[in-house]
């Protein structure tokens, strides 16, 4: 019975595009505008909803971590609708003309920027993502069902039925959001195969999470994977900058995805940074797993084991390696790595353009921290995740990477020959 | 034993794939050189590994249009030639900064186009498309891995080495193509789940082969759906047009994916256009289904089923219908199509402005052919396929769909606050 409600949701999402589809920028954000309003004017009602939610997680006995991203107090529903408002900001990107040429035969065909469609995104705990996620597809013209984590499901659901009332507000179905609101985990099987209406599928949450429904999503997924982050320190780097960089990337906030996991110190450079970025990090906090060379440099650091140089820590840990030059570091890079964001510190130009050129990751830096992947520093002025595959969007997304594009052809009677 | 060699394939394309990322055009342009210089020097070869196949084929009573499709005569070869030759002279997509900007820290951003990596192909019987699809991956930057259909793999394996002599010829590991030469169909199967070496699998055949591969494929997949092209006429259009446009979109070429379908008359112009146009597409052999409507105006026309509307015929077939006006039309197309290509003819600016923005379709035309959705006639110089999906490509893709992006971040020692 799930099964067929959940399938019914999908396809009330995908009529309900067609609305979208065309909406113009105005009453699309009107719509926004309206979410705010009704944000503000029942937040104790979400509160309320959200309390529900607090006091079956306390009875089921979950971490004062989750708890904690499960809470919705006045400052976290302040920060949703702030959140709005800068969606309400951003241009529209449907409509944008990409591309446009004129054919020898007089064609003219424009490459024009269109919504997906029908967007299905699953995530986990924090309840303040159904309201991000779903402004940002409304915004981009798309419908969109969502499936959040069972243990905030009042919080969802209350969230929901004021994004329902405000499409109701400014004339739009309410069908272009919907919600799936059970907590059995085999609904998010049955959302998976609903490539009939569903044009594209976003995981947010675990990697567990991320990799189950890859393997079994029947419908396109954008995934988010790994940041296994490096800082490479060539041996013509200024050490002052590297030594800020590389505390910068690891400590600066070490639970997200741009933090850097692994250190690879030029071994020219090896003896005299080491001792000093060591101490830095260790007076930080930051575990220390190193290889034996730099073992045999800073005593204190414990061995890395082969595993080590594959792992995403998202804690204060770091593994340390020293390379004979950039290309073992390039090497090591695209063997361990997870194609996510990788800089070089170096004051040699030629060695930063091969690191550059040669790493194969989302985002690549010379002379920065990693931890500057993101929609917001990037300045797309969003984000709804980011994306560690080659198709549509690698790196931060924001608004155009919830959109297609549709080759628009202008004639005047051609044929062809 | 198969799935271990198929895998080491994968493996070696991956692993070779490195050497392709950062060569530079000039290279891969003498890669593409040496390909035309062997296969001109070993046609009579290629011819005769191309017999084994046409014997093969003869025994097993294939049709005669498979036996024409499989054939590699001197022209077909010296076509081949041409094809290599016209990629050489097109620009090469990766290093192309598709956005730049700089943030107020300093940070320089820009968006670079990278190849993708490794792609699969897996196609039908047409052994040239062994050269055609090769060369544009290869001029892309990527390795690639071939799955011939098992009735051409003679002339495939023939083609297959000479591309892997002329990697040779310019220094490139050979493993930058390779090949799965066992006919045995389960290696699609194997080679679906690569997900580890292969970026992206594109396939190239039967509607059934493409389902099957997008139900089980863990690789990201870019699909060349159905064309169930539709052709609108408007009551404002010019009716010479109209018959010239609706004739060449039917008949120019029946068996090809942009060829129309379907033909949608607003009903103030039926009576005056449909036995016109009727009379020249059955003088063509076209068999005509239709409405109760259009029968009532043209006696022959046979009746359409339901099933007719969601047809993709492929031959000398077209059903017509009756509408109301634009609306319908549109609602039609959006209902029933298959969001390949459709146009409206119309000398109303206002119809066609929504014609163009709700009809939800890789390509949307006004008065013009539907048989231009091509990367040729588009002018992309090169086509490896038609997406019909909305992620990462749509429409004709060219050597640009053949490559990612990344982020390159120039910095000068920024950290994050």
Redesign the interface.
């Known amino acids: 019975m799930d099964n067929i409600r959940i399938e019914k949701k999908a396809e009330s999402v995908k009529k309900a595009s067609?609305a979208l589809?065309?909406a113009a920028t105005s009453r699309k954000n009107a719509l926004l505008n309206a979410i705010t309003r009704r944000l503000r004017e029942e937040s104790d009602a979400v509160r309320r909803e959200n309390e529900k939610d607090l006091a079956n997680a306390k009875k089921a006995g979950i971490s004062a971590v989750l708890l904690d991203r499960l809470t919705l107090n006045e400052k976290r529903i302040g920060q949703m609708i702030a959140g709005v408002k800068d969606v309400i900001a951003l241009p529209d990107p449907v409509g944008e003309i990409v591309g446009r040429?004129r054919?020898p035969n007089g064609?003219v065909?424009e490459k024009v920027r269109?919504p997906?469609?029908a967007v299905g995104i699953i995530y986990e705990s924090r309840p303040n993502v159904t309201v991000d996620a779903a402004v940002l597809c409304l915004k981009a013209g798309n419908a969109v069902l969502l499936r959040g984590g069972s243990e905030a499901i009042h919080s969802n659901a209350k969230l929901v039925e004021i994004i329902r009332k405000s499409l109701k507000d400014v004339g739009l179905p309410a069908g272009c959001v919907e919600f799936i609101d059970t907590p059995d985990r085999k609904a998010v099987a049955v959302m998976l195969k609903q490539d009939r209406y569903l044009?594209?599928i976003i995981p947010r949450g675990s990697q567990k999470l991320i990799k189950y429904i890859?393997?079994n999503s029947?419908v396109?997924v954008?995934a988010h994977g790994e940041g296994n982050c490096h800082v490479y320190v060539d041996n013509s780097a200024?050490l002052r900058?590297a030594e800020?960089?590389v505390?910068?990337?690891k400590v600066?906030r070490p639970s997200v995805c741009n933090a850097a996991e692994k250190l690879l110190v030029h071994e020219n450079i090896a003896k005299k940074f080491l001792p000093v970025v060591s101490e830095r990090l260790r007076s930080a906090g930051v575990e220390l797993r190193g290889d034996p060379k730099t073992r045999s440099i800073v005593k204190y650091v414990i061995p890395a084991a082969e595993d080590d140089w594959y792992r995403e820590y998202l804690e204060l840990k770091m593994a340390v390696k020293v390379v004979k030059d950039v290309d073992e570091a390039i090497a090591h890079i695209?063997r361990y790595g997870s194609h996510h964001s990788d800089s070089i510190v170096t004051g040699n130009k030629s060695n930063g353009e091969k690191f550059?050129?040669?790493v194969?990751?989302?985002?690549?830096?010379?002379?920065?921290?990693t931890?500057?992947?993101d929609g917001f520093?990037?300045?797309l002025g969003a984000e709804i995740g980011i994306s560690t595959?080659?198709?549509?969007a690698?790196?931060?997304m924001g608004l155009a990477e919830l959109t297609?594009?549709?080759?628009?052809?202008?004639?005047?009677?051609?044929?062809?020959k």
């Open positions: 067609a589809y065309t040429k054919r064609l065909i269109v997906l469609g044009d594209i890859q393997d029947s396109p954008i200024d900058k800020e960089i505390f910068n990337a600066q695209n550059l050129r040669k194969d990751s989302a985002a690549v830096y010379v002379n920065a921290s931890r500057f992947t520093e990037f300045g595959q080659k198709l549509h690698r790196g931060p297609s594009t549709k080759f628009v052809v202008h004639g005047s009677g051609q044929v062809r």
